[in-house]
């Protein structure tokens, strides 16, 4: 079985600042690894995904996420956080990145961005 | 490209009631799937098909959910009879393989 862990269901952040959202993983096979953001009443949006090609990867809106299978990590990070990150992120792990293979999603984290 | 579409987009209904909840899946997509989202237990994989075929349907609560997907363009859940505890979001995503994408959701409120 594969599971996702999301440290911090909050994270609050101040404009400019460096966003960190953490994500640890446990799976059996090597795991293909994505991070999705939601903004409210709407659904969730990929933001980049690790399918075992480059372990840095760089996704929209300037997040990037590095996959460390020694840690078994793949936080997401920003280098400066704008108020329009305000969004819940979900980490979520398959076990590949093909069809008929369905996504668990962590908890969440909630990003709140401040002035 | 309209993305993956939901309707409806709220529904309110009385315990008891059949509830049909429906997605458009993106064209070319071959995999459908059916999450719900609460407060209690975040994000929960309901049920999933691969080329109109229901794959894995271990996360359907129960007997009174069912989910059917006649077409590569078209899949419905239904709860019938439904409850309070269903209340939630539900969202239908489809993939081609290369990332999933949500469809908006459909707000369940069941009293």
């Known amino acids: 079985a594969q599971s996702v862990t999301q440290l911090g269901s909050h994270v609050s952040v101040s404009e400019g600042a460096l966003v960190l959202l953490r994500c640890n993983y446990s799976s059996s096979v090597p795991p293909y690894l994505f991070w999705y953001v939601q903004y409210p009443n709407q659904g969730l949006q990929l933001l980049l995904k690790?399918?075992?090609?480059?372990?840095l990867v760089k996704g929209i809106n300037d997040f990037e996420a590095e996959f460390k299978k020694s840690e078994t990590s793949f936080h997401l990070t920003k280098p400066s956080a704008h108020m329009s990150d305000a969004a819940e992120y979900f980490c979520?792990?398959?076990?590949?990145?093909?069809?008929?293979?369905?996504?668990?999603f962590g908890t969440g984290t909630r990003l709140q961005v401040t002035l | 490209d309209a993305g993956v579409i939901q309707s409806p987009r709220h529904e309110v209904t009385e315990m008891g009631q059949e509830v049909t909840l429906r997605c458009k899946p993106i064209?070319?997509?071959?995999?459908l799937f059916w999450y719900r989202q609460t407060m209690m237990r975040g994000l929960e994989l309901l049920i999933y098909?691969?080329?109109?075929?229901?794959?894995?349907d271990s996360g359907m609560p129960e007997d009174r959910f069912s989910a059917k997907m006649p077409n590569a363009s078209f899949s419905t859940l239904k709860i019938q009879p439904s409850e309070p505890r269903d209340s939630a979001v539900y969202f239908c995503?489809?993939?081609?393989?290369?990332?999933?994408?949500f469809g908006s959701g459909t707000r369940l409120t069941v009293v």
């Open positions: 098909f691969n080329n109109n075929v229901p794959i894995d």
């Open positions: 995503a489809s993939s081609r393989g290369n990332g999933y994408t």
């Open positions: 690790y399918t075992s090609a480059a372990t």
């Open positions: 064209s070319g997509h071959n995999s």
């Open positions: 979520a792990v398959s076990d590949r990145a093909g069809t008929a293979s369905k996504l668990t």
